[in-house]
């Protein structure tokens, strides 16, 4: 008999978020966010933009909306997004008792923690390419395909500025990624799933209380708040990786041990409930 | 019932072997060295009071719960150790989990692909096996307690065990539903299926069983065949006559006779054999007190169960019986 593996879960988790309301909540709010920014953007009277970066090219180049939604989002919505399923992917099994359900199968506590842990990810990344897709989308519709200003002053092509967002987008899951294992400890250690999904929310908006907190701004460039701005290195002429480059250590910094403890909890912890 | 023993490989290791079995929590000692064995073609009765430790015992037979010490090995791998200890193995513990919002054949495909490759071919099979084919299609979150039970029946036999570890399999059901959970189970035991059965319900037991362990407060005081246990309980008898007074004279200076206490307005006593329960009814006619009723009363299970769990060991049912009075030689 050929023994399950990690990619069984994987594909089973997967199967299992297409049945929960839980994952077109957090799929939805990527979708709605932008067309309701955009909505806004075009019965807006003051058509010069606000205070905030590439608030002035809204109107000129449709790309700059993803920019703009990754830059607000960081706050709140993507950590929140992510957290619903991070946080719920464990923590649900325990309320439900379907872990003992599992537990008792062919399949070792390594692995199921590994299918799981790739699914919640999975699903983080669904949300930030949706999210990033539908601005680019709807932005277009509303401002046009056009070219992009970066923020040193220089302008690239709408293909070239489409290619920036995209990989900005994947420099802005690397503070995701660490949200999925804040996401994860929460859900493994507390093994209910609100608490783990706000306990994640909460962590998050702490690192960006820290962050405006009156001397404590040298801690900033270490904060994982700070991270989610990696991507606008991207928009620099020439590109500027350190950030990107310090935004990758400093999630591994929180993530890695996250993930690490999330795993040994899960590992070694007693299936005494459900 | 006892179901008789299927011939078994006496080199192989037994389905369930637990030695000095511990679980801790603080000051909180739920199993306290629990010993038990249970061999091949065993129907296997699990019994004890609410808060016995049962339940945090199957779950560290099936690797759910780390023991505090001992250890637990089935067909002499530890399920601490690998997954792989499982093989072979199936059950639950207290009520089956499924996922509410996915159906029954759902939830079934998926324990399959957790199985491996072969189960997902059962999975038609075992719906079939617990009269679900029909519900298949219905999200669990919609199913009764009885179906769910027996959805957790059907899970199990994806796995085509040759241990079954079953915990209250058929509480919460309605007699219909216990009926076919026990004929269900005694389908399992004729297919050589080794089943260890947590239950209180000890009729069931009784029928079902051929050897139990009765745990309380977390050890084992008595492992070994039904049967045993009842025979090494004695036969009490009942008498009643013309006149009791006079009868339990006789039972008084009859040797032989033990335990002689009235109960119920009836004389009980236990005999040393049955011989000495014909010289009592051939003194008790010669005494003039002639006998209405002698007749053995079989000791039940549950009796043994309550005077294990409930009274000191070693202690008569009987003598905690607020109608019982002991009689004085």
Redesign the interface.
């Known amino acids: 008999?050929?023994?399950?593996g990690v990619l069984?879960?994987y594909?089973?988790e997967l199967?299992?978020l297409r049945?929960?309301k839980r994952t077109y909540l957090g799929l939805g709010a990527s979708l709605i966010v932008p067309i309701i920014f955009v909505v806004a953007i075009h019965f807006r009277h003051d058509r010069r933009g606000g205070d905030f970066a590439f608030a002035s090219y809204l109107t000129r180049s449709g790309l700059a909306v993803p920019l703009v939604i990754m830059l607000f989002g960081a706050v709140w919505m993507f950590p929140l997004i992510t957290a619903l399923v991070a946080g719920d992917i464990f923590a649900s099994e325990d309320h439900?008792?379907?872990l003992?359900?599992?537990?008792?199968?062919?399949?070792?506590?390594g692995q199921i923690f590994a299918g799981k842990a790739l699914a919640a990810a999975t699903y983080a990344v669904a949300a930030i390419l949706l999210g990033g897709t539908v601005a680019v989308i709807a932005g277009s519709i509303q401002s046009g395909f056009n070219s992009l200003q970066t923020l040193s002053g220089t302008v690239v092509s709408a293909p070239k500025g489409l290619e920036l967002v995209y990989v900005g987008l994947l420099v802005y899951l690397i503070p995701i990624g660490t949200v999925v294992c804040i996401g994860l400890l929460l859900s493994t250690i507390t093994r209910n799933s609100a608490a783990a999904v706000v306990g994640t929310l909460m962590v998050s908006l702490l690192f960006q209380l820290i962050g405006i907190l009156p001397g404590l701004t040298g801690l900033q460039p270490y904060l994982l708040s700070t991270q989610f701005n990696a991507w606008q290195g991207l928009l620099r002429t020439p590109i500027d990786w350190s950030p990107i480059i310090r935004a990758a250590w400093v999630c591994a910094m929180y993530g890695v041990p996250a993930m690490a403890a999330a795993f040994l909890v899960f590992l070694?912890r007693?299936?005494?409930g459900? | 019932m006892s179901v008789p023993r299927r011939g078994s490989d006496t080199d192989a290791p037994p389905p369930v072997e637990v030695r000095g079995l511990v679980k801790r929590y603080g000051e909180l000692t739920a199993v306290d060295g629990v010993d038990l064995t249970v061999r091949a073609g065993d129907v296997y009765g699990y019994l004890g009071p609410n808060g016995a430790g049962k339940t945090t015992s199957l779950r560290m037979m099936l690797g759910l719960i780390r023991p505090t010490s001992g250890s637990v090995r089935l067909f002499g791998r530890d399920p601490q150790q690998s997954v792989k200890a499982l093989d072979d193995v199936a059950g639950f513990v207290e009520a089956p989990a499924f996922y509410a919002y996915l159906t029954a054949r759902r939830n079934l495909e998926l324990l399959a692909a957790y199985d491996g490759d072969e189960a997902r071919s059962r999975v038609d099979h075992a719906l079939a096996t617990v009269e679900l084919t029909g519900r298949a299609r219905d999200r669990v979150g919609g199913y009764s307690h009885g179906m769910k039970q027996r959805l957790g029946i059907a899970a199990a036999l994806l796995r085509e065990p040759k241990l079954m570890i079953l915990d209250e399999p058929a509480t919460g059901l309605d007699p219909a539903g216990m009926r076919d959970m026990r004929q269900l189970i005694r389908g399992l035991a004729e297919q050589g299926i080794t089943v260890v059965l947590s239950s209180h319900l000890l009729a069931e037991v009784e029928e079902l069983c051929n050897r139990v362990a009765i745990v309380r407060e977390g050890r084992i005081v008595y492992e070994g065949m039904i049967s045993e246990l009842k025979r090494g309980a004695g036969t009490t008898y009942r008498l009643a006559t013309t006149d009791d007074e006079r009868a339990l004279a006789v039972c008084r200076a009859q040797r032989g006779i033990n335990d002689l206490r009235v109960q119920h307005q009836r004389i009980c006593f236990t005999a040393s054999g049955e011989a000495a329960v014909a010289e009592l009814s051939q003194a008790l006619v010669e005494a003039g007190a002639l006998i209405h009723t002698l007749a053995p009363e079989t000791v039940t299970l549950e009796d043994l169960f309550f005077s294990l769990t409930e009274g000191r060991d070693g202690d008569r049912m009987a003598s905690e019986d607020p109608d019982s009075v002991e009689v004085a030689r």
């Open positions: 008999m050929k023994r399950p069984s879960v594909r089973w199967i299992k049945y929960q439900n008792g379907t003992k359900t599992i537990l008792t199968r062919s399949l070792e506590r070694r007693d299936v005494a459900g």
